[in-house]
Structures are given as C-alpha cells and as structure tokens.
C-alpha cells in the first residue's frame, strides 16, 4: 500500500538516530536525553522501535525517549524491542513534555507494546522515566540559590564534550567538617536524581535541624556528574565509554578527576570529608553501604543512620541495606572510604518508586542524617589505625 512503510531504517554507525520517517508518523529523537535506535514497520501496522546501548556489555537500563507525530489524529501502536537485553522502564506519555503519565502496555515476544494516542498535527513523547535534562539542573540549580541565602553555585569544570559541571556549596567559615553528595554518574537513573533533588530541599530549608546542622558542617554537592551521558540519553556510561561508578581508582575520565582534585583542595585546605552520599536507581530501594568493621570512623556510624531512619518510617518505608567492598571495582562509595577513612553510602531508589514517597524517604533520610552527623564529636570521625 505505501511501500516505504515497510523500510527497515538503520543508521548502524550510530546507537542513535535522529528521526525516522514513515507515511503516517514520524518518530524522533533530536533533542537531549532523546534516545532511539532504530525503526521499522510491520505489515500488521505495529512500528517496531530497537532500543541499542551505547556500547557493548553494559548494565540492562535500555533508556528511551522519543517524539511521535502524525498529520491526523491516531492511535500509533509501537513496540519496544531490546535485543539482548531486558526492557526495564514502562512507558511513560507527555504531550507537554513536562507532564508525564504512564502508559498502560504488555508484552509479547519479548517486545514492550502499547499505543501511542496522537493528537493531529502536534508532537508527544513517550519516554523511560520523565527526563531529568541538563537544562533541568541548571533551573533547580537557579532556583535553590534563590532561595537560599549562602548557598552558592561554581563551575566545577568541564565534561568531556565540554559542558559545565557545577557544584553547589553551603559552608560557613569556622566549620571544617563536609558532607559530600553526588549524582547522576547513571544517565537513566531518574528516581535517583529525584531523590538527591528531594534530600537537598530538605537540607537546606528553614528549620532549627538544618540551621544546627549547617552551622558545623559544610555540604558538597555535584548534582549531575555525567551532563554528556545525560544529553546523550545513554544507558550507563560516559560518551567516552566508561561506566564513571568503575572509575574512581583508575580515573581515566575528566569527570571524575574533577571531583577527586575538588575532595583533595577542600582536604588540603584543612576540610575534613566526613560522609557522601551518592544517588542513583535501581530495581528497588536499597542501600549500599560499607561492611561492618571497615576501617572508617565512626565504624558504626551508617547503621545508626539507617536505624533511626527506619525508626522515623515506623514502617512507611522497608529499609534495605547492602554491604559491600571492593576496593578495586573503582565505586564511588569505596573510592570515599578508603581514601577518607569515612562512610559513605550509595543511595538507590527503585525505578518505580512513586513520586511522593522518593519525597518523603528522601526529607525522611535527610533529617535523620543530618542529626546522625550532629551526634558524633569532630575527632569520632578521625579513623585510629588499630
Ligand atoms: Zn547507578
């Protein structure tokens, strides 16, 4: 009927293509965090829509996000197709962009299929998990300094591909102890990302905890480490083909050079590291922390964090926790306390964690941390070699 509705459009040089045009509908992905791989169109009318990983032998978080048109009103049936590989995110619809709400879909031969209502004439997306673009950053970024006297945002240098890192930082003079907190080293992981979002509004509004608590100590935070994977839409790594959470012994990207050089002038400058945190997503919400009896100080300090955020909970939220240590597998956390001698927690939301209660964990962990770090004396975190 319209021969070139059955085209099988490859750009095979490339995990991503712009757009793909069909007689009744166009699909593309020319925008940042926009990310689709290849398209095709059945005989039965079903699009299939290839999801591809920016490299080889990397972590299943096929992450999507493309734009779906047609001249008039229809109902597009798509199906997502991830080749070797699980699908991971359900589908999520916007016709703004900003607004996003999930699709209902099944599956079926290893394909994710639901139906794309389109409006005539005017663009929808279909997405992984509502984005979280660089621009977004940058706006909550303006917005929290805003809002809060003494929070103060720099340049902490530049990604590969040249985009800005920013830190912010809240620090009074006379303290010299620093909470460090860091995000967005997995592109896709948007829960996360809400999470570190969520935890730092906490920290920094108006209450006596918070003024208590930022009179000692200071905060760090690097909200979007990885702007390139970010833009890119990638599943995992850098543009540079590196997970940036196995980098931190080898140090092979600019990213996280930057952070370790900043960790060391706030050390050289006579600051003490004494807790991170770093966001991210996965299947569920869990916590990975360093074993029990790791040489950090104070040794018990995160299970008393996550007692007293379980005791807050009173059973709203599960508190998971996994220990772990390997100190040569380059993760964030371990790069932290075996330099700093100091906890340090990986902070997982699940991918399907509601809205409101990333919120609510998130104010949850953040009070509960912030007095945690206020009832330990400066020299409790000062590691003694046995
Ligand atoms: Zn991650």
Same mark, same amino acid.
């Given at each position: 009927m319209y021969p070139n509705r059955f085209l099988l459009l490859l750009l095979v040089f490339s995990s991503s293509v712009w757009a793909c045009d069909f007689e009744q509908v166009q699909f593309a992905s020319d925008f940042p965090t926009g990310r689709l791989s290849q398209c095709e169109a059945t005989p039965q009318g079903r699009y299939l829509l290839t999801l591809k990983p920016e490299d080889k032998d990397i972590n299943p978080s096929p992450w999507y996000h493309f734009s779906v048109y047609a001249e008039k009103q229809s109902t597009?049936?798509?199906?997502l197709v991830v080749k070797g590989y699980a699908p991971r995110y359900m589908p999520k619809y916007s016709t703004d962009g900003n607004s996003w709400q999930a699709l209902p879909f099944d599956t079926n031969n290893g394909q994710v299929q639901f139906n794309v209502p389109v409006p005539a004439g005017k663009k929808v997306y279909i997405a992984a998990q509502p984005p979280i673009t660089n621009a977004d950053y940058k706006?909550?970024?303006q917005s929290l300094t805003k809002a809060t006297p003494g929070l103060e945002v720099s340049l902490l240098g530049q990604s590969k591909q040249g985009r800005d890192i920013l830190v912010l930082t809240k &620090?009074?003079?006379?303290n010299h102890e620093w909470l460090v907190i860091l995000g967005r080293q997995h592109p896709p992981e948007i829960t996360g990302a809400q999470a570190l979002m969520d935890f730092s509004e906490r920290m920094l509004?108006?209450?006596a905890l918070t003024? &208590?608590?930022l009179d000692r100590f200071n905060v760090l935070w690097i909200p979007n480490i990885n702007p390139d994977g970010v833009a890119a839409g990638n599943w995992r790594h850098t543009t540079d083909s590196q997970d940036l959470n196995r980098d931190w012994v080898k140090f092979s990207q600019p990213e996280s050079r930057l952070v370790r050089d900043k960790l060391k002038s706030i050390s050289a400058a006579g600051g003490k590291i004494a807790f991170a945190l770093d966001f991210h997503s996965t299947y569920y919400d869990?916590?990975?922390t360093m074993p029990d009896g790791y040489s950090i100080a104070p040794v018990a300090f995160t299970e008393q964090w996550l007692n007293d955020l379980q005791a807050y909970t009173n059973g709203m939220f599960k508190v998971s926790v996994k220990p772990g240590s390997n100190p040569d597998n380059g993760v964030f956390k371990q790069f932290i306390a075996d330099t700093y001698k100091v906890p340090s927690v990986t902070y997982e939301m699940g991918d399907n964690t509601p809205r409101e209660k990333i919120r609510y964990i998130a104010g949850a962990a953040a009070q509960t941390l912030m007095?945690?770090?206020?009832?330990y004396t400066p020299d409790e975190y000062d590691y003694k070699e046995q």
């Amino acid at each position: 009927m319209y021969p070139n509705r059955f085209l099988l459009l490859l750009l095979v040089f490339s995990s991503s293509v712009w757009a793909c045009d069909f007689e009744q509908v166009q699909f593309a992905s020319d925008f940042p965090t926009g990310r689709l791989s290849q398209c095709e169109a059945t005989p039965q009318g079903r699009y299939l829509l290839t999801l591809k990983p920016e490299d080889k032998d990397i972590n299943p978080s096929p992450w999507y996000h493309f734009s779906v048109y047609a001249e008039k009103q229809s109902t597009i049936p798509v199906a997502l197709v991830v080749k070797g590989y699980a699908p991971r995110y359900m589908p999520k619809y916007s016709t703004d962009g900003n607004s996003w709400q999930a699709l209902p879909f099944d599956t079926n031969n290893g394909q994710v299929q639901f139906n794309v209502p389109v409006p005539a004439g005017k663009k929808v997306y279909i997405a992984a998990q509502p984005p979280i673009t660089n621009a977004d950053y940058k706006a909550w970024t303006q917005s929290l300094t805003k809002a809060t006297p003494g929070l103060e945002v720099s340049l902490l240098g530049q990604s590969k591909q040249g985009r800005d890192i920013l830190v912010l930082t809240k &620090q009074q003079p006379d303290n010299h102890e620093w909470l460090v907190i860091l995000g967005r080293q997995h592109p896709p992981e948007i829960t996360g990302a809400q999470a570190l979002m969520d935890f730092s509004e906490r920290m920094l509004e108006d209450s006596a905890l918070t003024k &208590q608590f930022l009179d000692r100590f200071n905060v760090l935070w690097i909200p979007n480490i990885n702007p390139d994977g970010v833009a890119a839409g990638n599943w995992r790594h850098t543009t540079d083909s590196q997970d940036l959470n196995r980098d931190w012994v080898k140090f092979s990207q600019p990213e996280s050079r930057l952070v370790r050089d900043k960790l060391k002038s706030i050390s050289a400058a006579g600051g003490k590291i004494a807790f991170a945190l770093d966001f991210h997503s996965t299947y569920y919400d869990v916590f990975y922390t360093m074993p029990d009896g790791y040489s950090i100080a104070p040794v018990a300090f995160t299970e008393q964090w996550l007692n007293d955020l379980q005791a807050y909970t009173n059973g709203m939220f599960k508190v998971s926790v996994k220990p772990g240590s390997n100190p040569d597998n380059g993760v964030f956390k371990q790069f932290i306390a075996d330099t700093y001698k100091v906890p340090s927690v990986t902070y997982e939301m699940g991918d399907n964690t509601p809205r409101e209660k990333i919120r609510y964990i998130a104010g949850a962990a953040a009070q509960t941390l912030m007095r945690s770090l206020l009832s330990y004396t400066p020299d409790e975190y000062d590691y003694k070699e046995q």
